[in-house]
């Protein structure tokens, strides 16, 4: 009974979701038409329909996370896990429930998505600013659309999750023992863990927030206006902190659920160590932008650690590794 | 004040570039890894504690490095420049001495254990408010900020080397993490955070 009400959650989160974001892909595509429309033209209109269509894909966004939210509280009051009489021994509880973060799977572009749209709305000083990040915003939302659209296949790992459990427990199948044990260790230190519910959304908040210091660099680049230096600092300022905060909270994670697993210097901590060292740079760079020619080199060095920072999310899929999910 | 200027300039160009090189260390640790995951079963062999090893090894001497020319081990802040720059040889002296005769981790040991407590007397003399303390920018919130997150980082990397088996890790890591993000706060944001303080 439970299983089938969360089937039938995970149905209606897919024909409620699917609009949503179909409306984010076309409002997107306005939105890159209307940015890229203004960068030529520089018409108050065009970039007063920017604008619009920036607010309206946000608010889509939270909308679409709204709907998210419900679904895991679905997940959460339908699928209870009861681990056998006989597993008593194995399992130290009676049974556990998914308390599933908002930012795992296909969920987590989705989630930086909203963020940085979030966060282009309070750009406000400097139009091109916007309107190239209007571009930017547009291309992000293409790509959560067919790369890592959250209603098209919600969670298929807790999907096949969930389905293994169930059917191999009715159907009295021997694996049940190793079964419960991977799914009690993926719940208990992955799913309801306070680290997951915090470590991941510091670190897309923080990388909503150094998108904007990127192309804000880029403009310093091209425009040479002290202006866009003082925007990119300030939103570096704020995705550092969160970087910062947010990486070191993964190490007691680390430390407790890979304990008996080989993670010291993993590609993705090695990518994370060299995002973060690049924006020390940039930060301590930064002290001097305004001598002599380090501003140029503070906006090369903003743009690498932008390159750096999607390295590093991109290691998760390109390199084997314990954050990963490819394997050799 | 002008030398003093250009001596923290080149201080900082070297910081960037020694941090760039850590980074350089990251990317080279990555591909290496995956060279080496081309055996799905590499991490029980004696390769992977290999790798660690040689990881460590390459980042250890950019981590004295970096902590120089932080100015975390040289109190720029208490001395003069030129007992400053004999203070800074002496420190990296017995560094490399130690790391020869007992290895890397006991002469990085060393250089983080008089930072640590460098730092812990530049943090009583700037919440006591002295003039033995010299800083660069002007206002209390952001000295104590540059201090907190300088001390917070010597901890954070002292854990990381020395204290990593030690039943207090997990103790000592949040103290050098709160440091830190109250550093970075008081640093970024010290007018709000003097408006906070004057609410009160």
Redesign the interface.
């Known amino acids: 009974m439970a299983f089938s009400e969360y089937l039938a959650a995970r149905d209606f989160l897919s024909i409620i979701g699917q609009p949503v974001i179909t409306y984010i892909l076309l409002v997107s595509f306005l939105q890159g038409f209307f940015s890229i429309i203004y960068l030529l033209k520089h018409k108050d209109n065009y970039y007063s329909y920017l604008v619009k269509c920036t607010y309206i894909i946000t608010y889509l966004y939270v909308l679409g996370f709204l709907f998210l939210i419900w679904f895991h509280l679905q997940i959460y009051n339908t699928v209870l896990i009861e681990y056998p009489e006989f597993l008593r021994q194995l399992i130290p509880v009676e049974s556990s429930r998914f308390i599933i973060p908002l930012w795992i799977e296909s969920e987590k572009l989705y989630f930086w998505a909203m963020v940085a749209s979030v966060f282009v709305l309070t750009v406000q000083r400097r139009k091109d600013l916007v309107s190239f990040l209007g571009v930017v915003l547009s291309i992000f939302s293409t790509i959560v659309y067919f790369l890592s659209n959250p209603f098209k296949e919600p969670l298929p790992i807790v999907h096949n999750e969930i389905t293994m459990w169930y059917s191999t427990l009715s159907s009295g199948d021997g694996r049940i023992f190793e079964m419960a044990g991977n799914l009690f260790g993926r719940i208990t230190f992955y799913y309801d863990s306070t680290y997951m519910w915090t470590h991941p959304p510091m670190l897309f908040i923080a990388y909503a927030s150094l998108i904007i210091t990127a192309a804000a660099c880029v403009y310093m680049l091209v425009k040479r206006d002290p202006v866009y230096d003082e925007i990119a600092y300030r939103y570096a300022?704020a995705g550092?902190?969160l970087l910062?905060?947010g990486m070191?909270?993964g190490?007691?994670w680390a430390?407790e659920a890979w304990k008996d697993s080989?993670w010291?210097?993993?590609?993705k901590i090695?990518?994370s160590?060299?995002m973060w060292?690049?924006y020390?740079?940039y930060l301590?760079?930064h002290?001097?932008a305004g001598?002599g020619k380090m501003w140029k080199a503070t906006a090369y060095?903003g743009i690498i650690c932008f390159a750096?920072l999607l390295f590093t999310y991109l290691?998760t899929y390109i390199?084997?590794?314990i954050h990963s999910v490819v394997?050799? | 004040m002008k030398y003093l200027k250009n001596y923290d300039y080149g201080l900082i160009i070297l910081t960037t570039l020694v941090l760039f090189a850590i980074g350089l260390v990251c990317v080279y640790g990555i591909a290496y890894y995956n060279y080496l995951a081309a055996n799905p079963q590499w991490q029980y062999t004696p390769l992977y504690i290999q790798y660690i090893n040689n990881m460590n090894s390459f980042l250890y001497p950019f981590l004295v490095l970096l902590l120089i020319s932080l100015g975390l081990c040289i109190p720029k802040r208490l001395l003069e420049q030129d007992i400053l720059i004999k203070f800074g040889v002496l420190a990296l002296g017995v560094t490399i001495i130690l790391t020869f005769l007992s290895g890397i981790e006991t002469g990085l040991g060393f250089i983080l254990a008089i930072m640590t407590g460098v730092q812990c007397i530049v943090l009583i003399l700037t919440i006591k408010k002295s003039k033995t303390v010299r800083f660069e920018k002007e206002g209390y919130i952001v000295r104590l900020g540059s201090v907190l997150l300088h001390l917070g980082v010597v901890i954070l990397i002292f854990n990381f080397v020395t204290f990593r088996e030690n039943p207090f890790h997990i103790s000592i890591f949040w103290t050098g993490t709160l440091l830190v993000i109250a550093g970075n706060i008081f640093s970024f944001y010290p007018g709000r955070i003097n408006s906070l303080s004057q609410l009160k």
């Open positions: 300022k550092y902190i910062t905060f070191l909270i190490y007691p430390v080989a010291w210097w993993d590609p090695s990518g160590i060299m060292v690049l020390t740079a301590h760079a002290i001097y001598r060095l750096s290691l390199v084997p590794g394997q050799p």
